[in-house]
Structures are given as C-alpha cells and as structure tokens.
C-alpha cells in the first residue's frame, strides 16, 4: 500500500482533473517500481489503483476528449 500527499505544481481547473493528474503521476510510478521488481526477478501480482472520484474515474476509461475535458493537458492521459 503505498499512500502520499502533496501539493501539486499545476492548478487544476477540477476536482476531476486533480484526481486524474493524481493518477497519472501513480500509474507512471506504478509502472516503474513494476519493471524493478521484474529485473529485479521477484515474482509480483497486477497492481490495482483505486479512486474516489467518479469522474476521474470515466476519464480515464473513455479518454476521448469531451468539451468539459479539452483543457486536460495531453501528458496526463498516461492513465
């Protein structure tokens, strides 16, 4: 369980758009500390992310760019 809280550099225009920066930032760690582990050859089970926004949360499964969704800045889409 790997858990942190800061401030982040950007503001954000939306809760919504707070929470995917949030998880694009934890999925490109995610994905590192995984290949550690694999080059490192310890055996290690699919990671889960989890959210509390709803939002975020059909961003990241429908990335198609919506008018309410045009300012999200395309680095962010990593999720």
Known sequence: VSWSAKKQP?????SAEAEYRSLAHTTSELLWIQSLLVDLKIPIHTPVLLCDNISA?????????????????????FV
Request: charged residues 20%; aromatic residues 0%.
């Open 57 to 77: 949360v059909l961003i990241a499964h429908n990335p198609v760019l919506h008018a309410r969704t045009k300012h999200l800045e395309l680095d962010i889409h």
């Open 10 to 14: 950007l503001v954000a225009r939306s």
